[in-house]
Each structure stands twice: as structure tokens, then as C-alpha cells.
């Protein structure tokens, strides 16, 4: 349902594109990293991979649950609580493994949070924690990169300015845009295959930024 609606509202604010790279696959298990710099970007990563025919199990901070409406949406879609700082932190690796083991998609934010930055301005994406290596670790699945850029120009914080921004959307219909890269096997310690996951998500980010330009080499295919 989640996937649904966002496929639904986000076109109604602004002009979403989506780009792969030629060898880009979205297989059953796989793990979908995106960078993470909005609000409103886990909408936009929904529709994007929505139009793909993707409906994932996303991991998203545990206080979504307390949100009328939204946290029975999320439970009846069998997403992730990330419970940070608690003594169930753990668990919501084991939950995304199940999911994989079940075949279906998890999305995951390797950030692990918003970067504490209100504006619309484009910055590559900041570190990651080692959650994401822990679990391609534990599974095997395979990371599939994801980047999107156009997130902050729809929402580009909390609070005031970012209702605000959202507000105005309809009218300035900002472009939003998603690139998926080709999937990769992080390998070797939890710092080495974490780096290695930042650079394959910086490489899409980037990608996605000049999709709007002359046509990137990398690119295999617009939806």
C-alpha cells in the first residue's frame, strides 16, 4: 500500500525520472541501499522502484510505528522498526534477514539517519554505519545502489521550512531523480565492505545528478 500511494502522490509534486545502469538487477533477496537526505525521499525511492515493479520491505526508524495510520500501514507491509539505542536494536537485522530469506527486497539507509542539514542544496552521501555490511554479511545478498538527488528541493528540512517547501512543490514541480546501479558483493571487514557500499551508492548519487544533463556513459535505461 505504502509503494502504492507513494507511485500516486509523488508525480503529483514534482517530475520523477528514473535511470539504471545496463547491468542493473533487482533480484529477489537482494539488498536496496539508498542515500538518505529528506523527509521525503523515502517516498521517492517507493515510487521509483514501484515503477520498477518493486515493492520492498523497507528499514525505517521504529518511531514511524507510533504514527496513526502509518504505523498499521507499516506493520501490514511487514517493514523493519530500526530501534536505535535499545536493547532490541539487534533484532531488526534478524527481521531483515528473514525478509531476505522470504525473497522479497529490503530497503535500507546506510546513513542511518538525516543528515542535519535544511537546505536544498546536493551533498554526496555522508557515511554510513556497518548495519548494512552486518547484514550482507550475515545473508550473502547481494547490494544493489541506489542514489537520488531532488529529495530536499521537495522537502528540504524539518519543521517550518519543510512543510513549507512541500507546500510549494505542486507549483515548482522540482525534478526528482533516482539512478540504480549495477549490484555488488561487499567483501572483506565490516569497514572495508562498508566503504565499499558508500562508493557504489556515491557512484549512483552522482549519476542521478547528471541525469538531467547530456546523457551519462553509465546509464542503461530510462523509465
Known amino acids: 500500500m505504502l509503494s502504492r500511494t507513494a507511485a500516486a502522490l509523488v508525480p503529483c509534486f514534482g517530475r520523477l525520472t528514473v535511470t539504471l545502469d545496463a547491468d542493473a538487477e533487482l533480484a529477489s533477496g537482494s539488498i536496496v541501499v ?17 515503477r520498477l515493479g518493486v515493492e520492498p520491505v523497507v528499514m525505517a526508524a521504529a518511531g514511524l510505528w507510533r504514527v496513526p495510520l502509518l504505523g498499521r500501514a507499516l506493520t501490514r507491509g511487514g517493514h523493519v522498526p530500526v530501534r536505535r539505542a535499545d536493547p532490541r536494536a539487534a533484532s531488526c537485522l534478524q527481521d531483515a534477514a528473514a525478509a531476505l530469506a522470504r525473497g522479497r527486497l529490503v530497503l535500507i539507509y546506510g546513513e542511518g539517519g538525516i543528515p542535519d542539514f535544511e537546505c536544498a542544496t546536493e551533498t554526496p552521501p555522508h557515511p554510513f554505519r556497518s548495519g548494512l555490511a552486518r547484514l550482507a ?3 550473502g545478498a547481494p547490494v544493489v545502489p541506489l542514489g537520488q538527488t531532488g529529495a530536499r528541493r521537495l522537502m ?21 531523480r533516482v539512478h540504480i546501479g549495477a549490484p555488488v558483493r561487499l567483501t572483506g571487514d565490516l569497514p572495508t565492505a562498508t566503504g565499499q557500499a558508500h562508493r557504489a551508492v556515491t557512484a549512483a548519487w552522482r549519476t542521478a545528478m547528471h541525469a538531467g544533463r547530456a546523457p551519462a556513459p553509465a546509464v542503461g535505461a530510462t523509465v
Open 156 to 176: 528540504p528540512g524539518g519543521g517550518l521550512s519543510g512543510l513549507a517547501g512541500l507546500a510549494g512543490a505542486p507549483l515548482r514541480r522540482p525534478a526528482l
Open 34 to 50: 539508498a542515500n538518505h537526505t529528506s523527509l521525503s525521499d523515502p517516498a521517492i525511492v517507493l515510487a521509483a522502484l514501484h
Open 137 to 139: 554479511a550475515a545473508t
